[in-house]
């Protein structure tokens, strides 16, 4: 029986598309963007991670661990990934909950199964289940098995994406969709490759197919400053979306959210302390598109 790797799935969610959701989100992702909020979604392998404010330095993980892939040292736990054997003794063991652990494959059936226990809510919200991660496409198969077993039961699909997939993915997947939620970062792809270590050209040409096939598409910005957030990639962008065929977009002002998961995971964040924008920074930013018959929302 086919499995996936999943990292969360969170149910009565309001911010991924239309009413009320549940959230699937996959382990795996090909982009690697600097400001990523979900940076435990990047690696398809199971991670530990290392919560040091409720650590009591009591070393049971040290101690249990069959494959010694955990240590102290500077008074700080330190998991070695490319030795341990993902059994998880350590973070069973902890005493202290310092330790967590992200990614856990599952079946087809038993995702649907959780989906199905709010299906009532779906249907009085115009909801439905949103694929998310990670991203969906880069576990083309299961996704298809779980995407055509949903929608026997008449759920709302949509599916939030890089569009960085090759294109006879692309193109088989996304019209099992209701919604693509489409995020678009840059207009240059050089740019574009410095943010997230892939350059944009077959992003921009799978969106471009949605949109010209009449798929449901809403192209996303996540607007991130230093990277493109000048009013001068408004511009670069407004003059995308209308060389794709796009007539709105959703402003996603850079957040926060995810930087204590840098710290539990033990890795640098580049955007660590960077403040956050929010809707009012972003009026000129959003009048560009306006002015250029783009309907741009946050």
């Given at each position: 029986m086919r499995k996936g790797t999943i990292f969360n799935i969170q149910k009565f969610s309001t911010n991924d598309g239309p009413g009320v959701r549940t959230t699937v989100f996959f382990k795996g992702c090909p982009l690697k963007c600097l400001w990523c909020a979900n940076p435990e979604s990047q690696s398809t392998a199971v991670q530990i991670l290392y919560?040091?404010?409720?650590?009591?330095?009591?070393?049971?993980?040290?101690?249990?661990?069959?494959e010694k892939a955990v240590s102290l040292s500077d008074n700080r736990i330190s998991i070695h990934s490319g030795k341990y054997s993902k059994c998880l003794q350590c973070v069973h063991g902890c005493p202290s909950d310092a330790l967590s652990y992200e990614g856990e494959a599952k079946t087809v059936q038993e995702i649907v199964d959780v989906c199905l226990q709010d299906k009532d809510f779906y249907e009085t919200s115009g909801g439905g289940v949103t694929i998310s991660?990670?991203?969906?496409?880069?576990?083309?198969?299961?996704?298809?098995?779980?995407?055509?077993?949903?929608?026997?039961?008449?759920?709302h699909l949509a599916i939030e994406t890089t569009g960085y997939a090759k294109p006879e993915v692309f193109q088989k997947l996304a019209p099992l969709f209701d919604l693509l939620l489409f995020d678009v970062k840059h207009y240059d792809s050089t740019r574009h490759r410095e943010g997230t270590h892939v350059r944009n050209e077959s992003i921009i040409e799978n969106l471009k197919w949605a949109i010209s096939e009449g798929i449901e598409v809403l192209p996303r910005i996540p607007v991130i400053p230093g990277f493109n957030a000048s009013l001068e990639d408004a511009l670069g962008m407004a003059a995308?979306?209308?060389q794709v065929g796009a007539s709105r977009v959703q402003l996603l002002p850079f957040h926060q959210f995810g930087e204590n998961k840098y710290h539990k995971l033990c890795q640098e964040y580049a955007y660590e302390n960077v403040a956050a924008l929010h809707e009012n920074d972003l009026t000129g930013y959003q009048q560009i598109f306006l002015e250029h018959g783009i309907d741009a929302f946050f």
């Open positions: 919560d040091e404010s409720r650590c009591t330095r009591c070393q049971t993980c040290v101690q249990t661990c069959p991660g990670g991203e969906g496409m880069s576990q083309p198969e299961f996704l298809e098995e779980l995407v055509l077993t949903l929608k026997q039961h008449k759920i995308l979306l209308q």
